[in-house]
């Protein structure tokens, strides 16, 4: 039989043809598979820019309000319910919206964003404060690296806006800072009343400090700070650090070098990553003097747990690693209990003492009260204090003041109460 034959004969036959139909079938649908990787491949790395945002960047919450805002957005949103109190005492409740998790589409500049939020069942933070791992994409088309650039801008100026006259307050939670809380309207200094010319003093000196980058660089000298306020407890350390904030508009970042569960290695890393433009503060820093073994050995919950060391601590002010440009403050109840190796300049520069009110505190907190009375008033009162009250301490002035927010003559009349508060 000759070979066009025999191919006539194949041809004709079913099988044959059924297994050439397959194996052409199979081939195309290979092809066609390799097509679309390969198409959708290049598309991904030549045709459209993709950012992504992981939950524990600076910019994740900027964007997430940046898209709820948008008139264009989906209406699959997810909810913050946020409680603040007014200044008549009532609580005001609060909703932020945010892009639920899952697919939305909208439009920035004439041009399609894609934006992707996949939460993962993976939980990161402290056992107390645990949240979904998440992550927000954006994709667009083109190659537009700066069209991504323009939006972060634009969500951080929204953020900025947001917190306008506001302190964030940022708390370590895992391995990373957190916002603590919601924003605290700004304290004013004049809210303060420390010593005569102490507030002025330590201001003049942050400032000065915060303007001499290039100063401290050309000379060799690391570009950081420290301040220790020490003194009775409710004379305004706190209070001033949280006015001082506002006045600079920084946010602060607050650890307890007394918290069991902070070791050295993760107060280098906090100390080394805290959020920029914020005060570091350490309250309570004597508390890294106190013997904790004890402690630990009757605790089950804190065995084989290593917690702050006076070397760690050292460490993380003024070692190797340490990051430029920081701002520390220090507080403390008893200075007395501090090594003298903290005390040295470089580790701590600036030491001030906020003690008992003295006559021209009390003036001057008769005067933030009632601004309308006399100086004479004031004076009266303040003497009335000198008088009655051998120690008294601002906290308990203002909240003597509570009682006769109402009536000036009643608090000048009853200053023989303040010492029972």
Not at 188 to 217: A, C, H, T
Not at 246 to 275: K, Q, T, W, Y
Not at 292 to 314: E, H, I
């Amino acid at each position: 039989m000759s070979l066009p034959e025999t191919l006539a004969g194949l041809g004709e036959n079913q099988y044959f043809g059924a297994g050439f139909g397959l194996l052409a079938i199979g081939f195309a649908a290979t092809t066609l598979k390799k097509g679309i990787v390969f198409g959708s491949q290049f598309m991904r790395r030549y045709l459209v820019t993709t950012l992504e945002i992981p939950v524990s960047d600076h910019s994740y919450n900027w964007i997430l309000s940046w898209i709820a805002q948008r008139p264009d957005m989906s209406c699959h949103l997810s909810v913050h319910t946020a409680f603040q109190k007014l200044h008549s005492g009532k609580i005001a409740t609060g909703f932020e919206f945010s892009p639920s998790p899952g697919s939305h589409l909208l439009w920035y500049r004439r041009l399609p964003i894609k934006v992707d939020r996949v939460r993962e069942k993976q939980m990161i933070g402290d056992q107390s404060l645990r949240v979904p791992y998440e992550t927000v994409t954006l994709t667009t088309l083109g190659r537009n690296k700066k069209l991504f650039e323009q939006i972060l801008s634009e969500a951080r100026e929204n953020a900025l806006q947001m917190h306008q006259n506001m302190t964030l307050i940022f708390k370590p939670v895992g391995v990373e800072w957190k916002q603590f809380g919601n924003p605290q309207r700004r304290r004013p200094l004049s809210s303060v009343n420390l010593m005569e010319g102490q507030s002025g003093r330590i201001v003049n000196d942050v400032s000065q400090f915060l303007s001499s980058q290039k100063w401290y660089v050309d000379r060799g000298i690391p570009y950081r700070r420290g301040y220790l306020l020490y003194g009775p407890p409710g004379c305004g350390k706190t209070s001033f650090i949280t006015a001082l904030a506002g006045e600079l508009e920084f946010s602060i970042s607050i650890m307890n070098v007394g918290d069991l569960s902070l070791s050295d290695d993760r107060l280098l890393h906090f100390m080394v990553s805290a959020p920029p433009q914020s005060i570091i503060l350490l309250e309570d820093i004597d508390a890294a003097f106190i013997d904790r073994a004890s402690v630990l050995q009757k605790d089950p919950r804190y065995q084989g747990m290593n917690t702050v060391s006076f070397s760690g601590l050292l460490n993380a002010l003024d070692g190797v690693v340490s990051s430029d440009g920081r701002l520390v403050f220090m507080t403390t109840n008893h200075i007395d209990k501090l090594d003298p190796a903290l005390l040295r300049p470089g580790r701590i520069d600036v030491k001030e003492y906020i003690g008992y009110a003295n006559s021209f505190q009390t003036c001057q907190a008769f005067r933030h009260f009632f601004p309308h009375e006399s100086d004479e008033a004031a004076e009266e009162f303040s003497t009335n204090v000198a008088n009655f009250v051998d120690e008294v301490s601002m906290a308990q002035i203002q909240a003597y003041f509570m009682l006769y927010r109402f009536d000036a003559n009643a608090a000048i009349s009853n200053v023989n109460k303040m010492q029972h508060l």
